[in-house]
Structure formats: structure tokens, C-alpha cells
């Protein structure tokens, strides 16, 4: 361990850092940093060297986010996502993630899919130019992550707290939100059978949800004084369209399973 003098970014207090570590923990504030930016800061106002590199640069700022982001610190993820997007406009990750984040950091009642998805969008647009097929694809499942994890809070609360009917009507519409928002995401995926069968997968779990019943206070309580408990099940009408999905989608699976296991012919016989 090779320690150096540096300056935390955060709190400007002068601390030691291993110079051959990527990150480390500020003593004082106890916030990341950026071993890099630390030892250049130091050399800035300390020192009195002048870096050629922009300080607070791009790269620094992304592993830094992307730091916060891997565990699941998003509030602090945001922040730095946000000051990279105004750095560089055109950073799709980083426009990308700074949705995911919003959405991740929303809890109930405020369950939000809106910020994920926006963010997708506009991800989508910088690398459409740049017909990055691969990072489309991987932002596809990052976004679709988020939205399945929406999701399942969703039918979490449910299946643990109680709800009224007001509200029931509401995060039902955001279940449906959910399976539309990933049909959308679906359709941008280019030419991959495995990240078909993910999100097929992801879709048909949030479909089960959808048609699950749900129970709920109706308002109204009993003898003894306890709130009265219902369930709601969904019109034939919307329980068929989901019945529908879920064989164009099942569909769909068994067919890319069977053009991956081909069955001998013998067996076809």
C-alpha cells in the first residue's frame, strides 16, 4: 500500500489514500471518492500544480456514480448522474440511470415508472445514432429491471399491507403501466433470443401479478371493530386480454426454446 497525500472533493479535508486503489472512503465526511480526484485536488490547492485534466472530469464522475449505483446508494447516484449529464448531454448511461435512480428512490404510495422509462427513450435516441445494438440491448434490461422491481414492491404492498379501494384501482393501473411499459421495451430489442426470453419471462411474471386477487378495507368494519376485507378480481373482459398476452408471449417462448433444443427426429415421429 502506497499511501499519498490528497483532498477529499466533498469536505476538503487533507487525508492519506492508497494510490493504487480506483476509490476509497473520505474519514472525515465518510463519503466515496475518487482516488484520482483526490490526489489531484491535493495538487491544485496544496500544491499549487496545475492539472491539465477538467476537474471534476466525465470518467471520474461515472465510476464514481456508478459506484453509488452498484449499491444501491441512488440518491447519491442521482446527484452524480445529474452533474455528469450536464457535463456531456449526450452521455446515454448516465441519462439512463439518473431515471432508474428516480424511480428506484420512489417507495408507496409515489410508485413512479414514468422517470425509467423517459430516461430509456432518450437513452435510446443517442444510440440509435450510434446503431449500438449491444448497449441498446443492455439498456433494455437495466430499464427492465427497474420496472419488474416496481412491480413486485407493487405486489408486496398487497400482499402485506392493507389498502382502501381508491388506492387499489391505482397501483392495479400501475401493475398494467408496468406489463405496457415493458411490452414497449420489448420491441426495441435488436436480433437476441436470450434477452427475448428474459424479458418474456419479466412480462409474464408482472401479467401473473396483474391477475392475481387482491384483497382490500372497503371502509367499513365489523362487530369487533376491524376494518371489513374484500378481494378484487379482475373483469372477464381484462382477464381475458392478459390470457391473450400471456399466449402470444408463451408462444413466442416455445418457439425460440425449440429452435435452440431441436428435437432428434426420431422423437418427432
Same mark, same amino acid.
Given at each position: 500500500?502506497?499511501?499519498?497525500?490528497?483532498?477529499?472533493?466533498?469536505?476538503?479535508?487533507?487525508?492519506?489514500?492508497?494510490?493504487?486503489?480506483?476509490?476509497?472512503?473520505? =474519514?472525515?465526511? #465518510?463519503?466515496?471518492?475518487?482516488?484520482?480526484?483526490?490526489?489531484?485536488?491535493?495538487?491544485?490547492?496544496?500544491?499549487?500544480?496545475?492539472?491539465?485534466?477538467?476537474?471534476?472530469?466525465?470518467?471520474? %464522475?461515472?465510476?464514481?456514480?456508478?459506484?453509488?449505483?452498484?449499491?444501491? =446508494?441512488?440518491?447519491?447516484?442521482?446527484?452524480?448522474?445529474?452533474?455528469?449529464?450536464?457535463?456531456?448531454?449526450?452521455?446515454?448511461?448516465?441519462? %439512463?440511470?439518473?431515471?432508474?435512480?428516480?424511480?428506484?428512490?420512489?417507495?408507496?404510495?409515489?410508485?413512479?415508472?414514468?422517470?425509467?422509462?423517459?430516461?430509456?427513450?432518450?437513452?435510446?435516441?443517442? %444510440?440509435?445514432? =450510434?446503431?449500438?445494438?449491444?448497449?441498446?440491448?443492455?439498456?433494455?434490461?437495466?430499464?427492465?429491471?427497474?420496472?419488474?422491481?416496481?412491480?413486485?414492491?407493487?405486489?408486496?404492498?398487497?400482499?402485506?399491507?392493507?389498502?382502501?379501494?381508491?388506492?387499489?384501482?391505482?397501483?392495479?393501473?400501475?401493475?398494467?403501466?408496468?406489463?405496457?411499459?415493458?411490452?414497449?421495451?420489448?420491441?426495441?430489442?435488436?436480433?437476441?433470443?436470450?434477452?427475448? %426470453?428474459?424479458?418474456?419471462?419479466?412480462?409474464?411474471?408482472?401479467?401473473?401479478?396483474?391477475?392475481?386477487?387482491?384483497?382490500?378495507?372497503?371502509?367499513?368494519?365489523?362487530?369487533?371493530?376491524?376494518?371489513?376485507?374484500?378481494?378484487?378480481?379482475?373483469?372477464?373482459?381484462? #382477464?381475458?386480454?392478459?390470457?391473450?398476452?400471456?399466449?402470444?408471449?408463451?408462444?413466442?417462448?416455445?418457439?425460440?426454446?425449440?429452435?435452440?433444443?431441436?428435437?432428434?427426429?426420431?422423437?418427432?415421429?
Amino acid at each position: 500500500m502506497k499511501l499519498v497525500a490528497a483532498k477529499c472533493p466533498n469536505c476538503g479535508a487533507q487525508i492519506d489514500v492508497d494510490k493504487d486503489s480506483d476509490s476509497t472512503k473520505c =474519514e472525515f465526511c #465518510k463519503s466515496k471518492i475518487i482516488v484520482e480526484d483526490a490526489i489531484a485536488k491535493y495538487k491544485i490547492e496544496i500544491s499549487g500544480e496545475v492539472s491539465i485534466k477538467n476537474l471534476p472530469q466525465v470518467e471520474n %464522475l461515472m465510476k464514481l456514480a456508478d459506484m453509488h449505483y452498484q449499491d444501491r =446508494e441512488y440518491d447519491e447516484a442521482y446527484n452524480q448522474y445529474s452533474r455528469i449529464c450536464e457535463l456531456d448531454p449526450e452521455n446515454y448511461c448516465a441519462i %439512463l440511470r439518473k431515471g432508474l435512480c428516480k424511480t428506484l428512490l420512489m417507495e408507496y404510495p409515489n410508485f413512479d415508472i414514468i422517470s425509467a422509462v423517459n430516461a430509456m427513450k432518450n437513452a435510446y435516441k443517442i %444510440l440509435s445514432k =450510434e446503431k449500438s445494438k449491444d448497449r441498446i440491448n443492455s439498456s433494455i434490461l437495466e430499464c427492465n429491471y427497474v420496472i419488474a422491481t416496481v412491480a413486485a414492491k407493487i405486489m408486496n404492498q398487497f400482499q402485506t399491507g392493507l389498502v382502501n379501494a381508491d388506492r387499489m384501482m391505482q397501483m392495479i393501473a400501475q401493475l398494467r403501466a408496468c406489463a405496457n411499459n415493458q411490452e414497449f421495451l420489448y420491441s426495441l430489442i435488436f436480433d437476441n433470443e436470450n434477452i427475448e %426470453l428474459v424479458m418474456i419471462n419479466s412480462m409474464l411474471q408482472t401479467v401473473k401479478y396483474i391477475k392475481e386477487d387482491k384483497k382490500y378495507a372497503t371502509g367499513a368494519t365489523n362487530n369487533y371493530g376491524k376494518p371489513v376485507i374484500s378481494y378484487y378480481r379482475l373483469p372477464r373482459n381484462v #382477464k381475458k386480454e392478459y390470457q391473450e398476452f400471456e399466449s402470444k408471449y408463451n408462444a413466442r417462448r416455445n418457439y425460440i426454446m425449440a429452435q435452440k433444443n431441436p428435437q432428434p427426429e426420431e422423437e418427432k415421429k
